[in-house]
């Protein structure tokens, strides 16, 4: 459990931290000095600044800093990510180092920064991960990959079948059918295909435990073939010089942030056109347990998981939603459009109430997240309590 906090709270307070470096770095390029650059989130334990006279001072919780000249920089008492305040958010301070004053462009820049600094950081793991062998598909590898650890893995699967009745999970590797082990995945299928209807034990190893199914294939409407309602894939860790992994962090991270964006058109639209969400969506409480299970895993899946989840912030981020980053830009192209920027107060009303609605729907996202993972709370609360 411990393992399980920790991991989650250093993957999400990194990924945060890393995103407002973005807001923080972009207004300093363009000479607006933040009011308060905080790691962790607020009350403030202690901070750091330059007042008016060029003396650093130091300030010690809530206490409001009238004599700054500077950004106050501070350390604060929740542990997750950090913060920065670039007054966009208040319609009084429009002087000529304000944020509200700076043109339209340059305040796109400045709030797509923490997106763009969570592709980055993405980029950044993925090829840090090629460079000391990262767990991925086998197939159209590029010359120079050296792969170890090769194995079939389930990548997917389907409703009911005998596969998700039986409690299967993506990424379990089956290690044998019967007691025959597999080099290639369509040797596996179509042994598989051929005992339709007869009765196999599947061995397989999730979390570095081995235990065995008894799983009866049969006749997959998808495919017109015999199976258990999986899809599987050859996996390995792969691992390039340092030079190729450069251009594959990039390459693959181009890719990944595609995917994404099409999985969220996917989503948004079946939200759209009455059709629900196929997508198991999971929120912080969710986001934890994985935490937890890739750290048992091992350091590179850590890393992977973390370079999954940076990009996914991003593309959250950059949604056009009132009080995300995306929101933000589009009312500054209505302002570029219009000619005049859309009436404050009105503006930040509704990104209030876009803020409001975010927090109730991770609000029931984590209750969905609690029920589902409602055993282990049990047998954590049992032992607190015993």
């Given at each position: 459990m411990l393992i399980t906090i920790l991991t989650f709270v250093i993957i999400l307070g990194v990924l945060v931290?890393?995103?407002?470096?973005?807001?923080?770095?972009?207004s300093?390029?363009?000479?607006?000095?933040p009011r308060e650059f905080g790691f962790g989130l607020p009350p403030r334990v202690w901070g750091i600044y330059k007042n008016k006279e060029g003396l650093w001072k130091q300030v010690y919780g809530k206490k409001e800093v009238d004599d700054a000249s500077d950004t106050v920089y501070s350390i604060n008492w929740i542990p997750v990510g950090g913060f920065v305040n670039i007054g966009e958010d208040d319609l009084k301070d429009t002087g000529p180092g304000s944020f509200i004053s700076q043109p339209v462009w340059k305040r796109a820049i400045i709030l797509s920064a923490g997106v763009g600094m969570n592709v980055v950081l993405t980029a950044v793991l993925i090829i840090?991960?090629?460079?000391?062998?990262?767990?991925?598909?086998?197939?159209?590898?590029s010359r120079g990959a050296k792969v170890s650890?090769?194995?079939?893995?389930?990548?997917?699967?389907?409703?009911?079948t005998p596969a998700s009745q039986a409690g299967l999970q993506v990424g379990d590797q089956i290690v044998s059918i019967n007691k025959n082990s597999f080099a290639?995945?369509?040797?596996?299928?179509?042994?598989?295909?051929?005992?339709?209807?007869?009765?196999?034990?599947?061995?397989?190893?999730?979390?570095?435990?081995?235990?065995e199914y008894k799983l009866t294939p049969?006749?997959?409407?998808?495919?017109?073939?015999?199976?258990?309602?999986?899809?599987?894939?050859?996996?390995?860790i792969v691992k390039y010089p340092f030079y190729m992994a450069i251009w594959q962090g990039i390459k693959t991270t181009a890719i990944l942030t595609w995917a994404i964006i099409v999985a969220f058109y996917e989503l948004i639209k079946n939200l759209v056109i009455g059709k629900g969400i196929s997508a198991d969506i999971s929120g912080p409480v969710g986001i934890a347990a994985l935490s937890g299970q890739v750290a048992r895993m091992g350091f590179v899946y850590v890393l992977q998981f973390a370079a999954l989840l940076s990009v996914n912030l991003?593309?959250?981020?950059?949604?056009?939603?009132?009080?995300l980053d995306g929101g933000r830009i589009l009312f500054l192209i209505i302002e570029k459009i219009k000619g005049s920027p859309v009436k404050r107060e009105l503006e930040a009303i509704i990104h209030n109430t876009?803020?409001?609605?975010?927090?109730?729907?991770?609000?029931?996202?984590?209750?969905r997240d609690i029920a589902k993972y409602a055993d282990r709370f049990k047998i954590i609360w049992e032992r607190i309590m015993g």
């Amino acid at each position: 459990m411990l393992i399980t906090i920790l991991t989650f709270v250093i993957i999400l307070g990194v990924l945060v931290f890393v995103h407002e470096c973005g807001h923080f770095f972009a207004s300093r390029w363009f000479g607006i000095k933040p009011r308060e650059f905080g790691f962790g989130l607020p009350p403030r334990v202690w901070g750091i600044y330059k007042n008016k006279e060029g003396l650093w001072k130091q300030v010690y919780g809530k206490k409001e800093v009238d004599d700054a000249s500077d950004t106050v920089y501070s350390i604060n008492w929740i542990p997750v990510g950090g913060f920065v305040n670039i007054g966009e958010d208040d319609l009084k301070d429009t002087g000529p180092g304000s944020f509200i004053s700076q043109p339209v462009w340059k305040r796109a820049i400045i709030l797509s920064a923490g997106v763009g600094m969570n592709v980055v950081l993405t980029a950044v793991l993925i090829i840090f991960g090629l460079m000391i062998g990262m767990p991925q598909s086998l197939d159209n590898l590029s010359r120079g990959a050296k792969v170890s650890e090769q194995k079939i893995q389930i990548v997917q699967i389907l409703p009911q079948t005998p596969a998700s009745q039986a409690g299967l999970q993506v990424g379990d590797q089956i290690v044998s059918i019967n007691k025959n082990s597999f080099a290639k995945y369509t040797d596996l299928m179509d042994f598989v295909d051929k005992n339709t209807g007869i009765q196999l034990n599947y061995l397989i190893k999730r979390a570095g435990t081995e235990k065995e199914y008894k799983l009866t294939p049969i006749k997959i409407k998808e495919t017109g073939k015999g199976g258990v309602g999986i899809g599987i894939a050859e996996t390995g860790i792969v691992k390039y010089p340092f030079y190729m992994a450069i251009w594959q962090g990039i390459k693959t991270t181009a890719i990944l942030t595609w995917a994404i964006i099409v999985a969220f058109y996917e989503l948004i639209k079946n939200l759209v056109i009455g059709k629900g969400i196929s997508a198991d969506i999971s929120g912080p409480v969710g986001i934890a347990a994985l935490s937890g299970q890739v750290a048992r895993m091992g350091f590179v899946y850590v890393l992977q998981f973390a370079a999954l989840l940076s990009v996914n912030l991003a593309v959250i981020n950059f949604l056009p939603f009132p009080a995300l980053d995306g929101g933000r830009i589009l009312f500054l192209i209505i302002e570029k459009i219009k000619g005049s920027p859309v009436k404050r107060e009105l503006e930040a009303i509704i990104h209030n109430t876009g803020f409001a609605l975010l927090m109730v729907l991770v609000v029931l996202v984590t209750y969905r997240d609690i029920a589902k993972y409602a055993d282990r709370f049990k047998i954590i609360w049992e032992r607190i309590m015993g």
